[in-house]
């Protein structure tokens, strides 16, 4: 420290600002990382995804028929699922009657089976969504939060003035018809 330095009190100053400065910036980068190691971060899993895909379109050595026709049986679940529901609703329109004979013989499937088949699809699908919705944010922000806030407050307060009050007493005639069908005497 030269003589000038300490006569001049504003540099006393600003090298404490320097230090809290410093000090700060540190404690960021200690809780959320810097931007060059986020954007590193980043560039490396975009190289990485990119290896994967040229590694499963790249041909592989001693690999045989088999190999082929496993991979592109597992591929094929997602695609079948979804050109299968749209057959089937197509088919209402298409061949009326065939659709109410496929409906019927969904009928005579064991609700059990029913739930197994739901289970296995359900997991598929949502074990797809988890493994690619790693990188998405799981919570809103602050102002976020408080601009859903206010929009779910809004919906409610023009849900109860639009609605109209019902007598006391009031019965839904759906709801009834339903009840007495389902052998509901309340």
Known sequence: MSLKDIVNPFSWFSKGVETVGDTVVNVKKTFTGSKADQDQYAHEQFISGLEGYSKEFTNRANRTWWDSLWDGVNRMPRPLIV?????????????????????????????????????????YFVAREFQKGRDTKLALSDKE???????????????????????????????EEWKQKAGINR
């Open 83 to 123: 050109v299968a529901i749209f057959w089937y609703f197509s088919l209402s329109y298409r061949n009326p009657e065939e659709f109410q004979v496929l409906n019927l013989a969904l009928d005579t499937v064991p609700e059990r089976m029913w739930w197994i088949m739901s289970a296995v699809v359900s997991f």
């Open 145 to 175: 939060f408080k601009t859903v806030q206010d929009r779910m407050a809004k919906l409610r307060e023009a849900a109860v003035t639009e609605l109209p009050a019902k007598e006391p007493g009031y019965k839904n005639p759906s709801i």
